[in-house]
């Protein structure tokens, strides 16, 4: 997630759609103001400007659970309770910022084909075992509350899009352009090269496109996406 008040944007960011080298190319133009928040090792080091800025004392900040307190664990970077995270959707941000900037900064987020973002969430989600196998594409959607991916929620609130702007991954490259343009940054930033997605329909018998379908449900009837 980056809010930059330099450039007077808000990004929202979602899982597997590209916005981690969306993030990248946005926060090398983010000057020392602006709040970005904290991603993997691998990111923070090598694609984009570090994080800043995240942490936030605001009365709508959840407090650290007591027992990471009682037994003085560390508070995660990326955990609600320092104020800015991650992945963190729209309302909490508008609740953070306030409505001014809310209202007059440009907000914008990437969506996938659920059915693509589902086998590139499970490749993330699975290892590849001692023997050589991973556990079928199947056997990991059972498990709802692993396999389920929630970017949705992120950019709506009360079921409407909350933001000004939802790019798709299948036009990310023509996408982040029109959202530079529009930002006045059209040559100055740059999107790290994305990977080609693979044929993800070769993943799917009935029960995992059915279940993808019914799961994924509004985004796919917001954006007209087909298997």
């Known amino acids: 997630m980056i809010l930059s008040h330099d450039h007077k944007f808000i990004f929202i960011k979602t899982h597997r759609t590209g916005s981690t080298l969306v993030e990248a190319g946005l926060a090398a133009v983010c000057g020392p103001s602006d709040v970005i928040t904290y991603a993997s090792e691998e990111t923070e080091s090598t694609l984009r400007r570090p994080a800043q800025n995240y942490r936030l004392r605001h009365p709508a900040v959840p407090k650290r659970p007591w027992w990471r307190r009682l037994l003085g664990r560390p508070e995660r970077n990326h955990h609600p309770s320092v104020g800015y995270f991650d992945h963190m959707p729209a309302s909490l941000v ?29 490749r993330y989600k699975t290892r590849t075992r001692a023997d050589g196998t991973r556990p ?35 036009t990310i490259a023509k996408d982040f352009a029109m959202v530079a343009d529009r930002l006045g940054l059209g040559g100055q930033v740059t999107l790290p090269e994305v990977r080609a997605s693979r044929d993800y329909r070769a993943h799917y018998g009935d029960r995992s496109r059915h279940l993808i379908a019914s799961w994924y449900a509004p985004e796919i009837e917001e954006f007209d996406y087909k298997f």
């Open 136 to 170: 079928s594409f199947d056997t990991f959607n059972g498990n709802r509350r692993r396999a389920w991916v929630g970017n949705w929620d992120l950019y709506t609130a009360d079921g409407n899009i909350a933001v000004d702007f939802v790019g798709r991954y299948e």
């Open 94 to 122: 508008r609740t953070y910022v306030g409505e001014e900037v809310w209202r007059s900064y440009f907000k914008f987020s990437f969506e996938r084909n659920p059915w693509d973002r589902q086998v590139s969430w499970y």
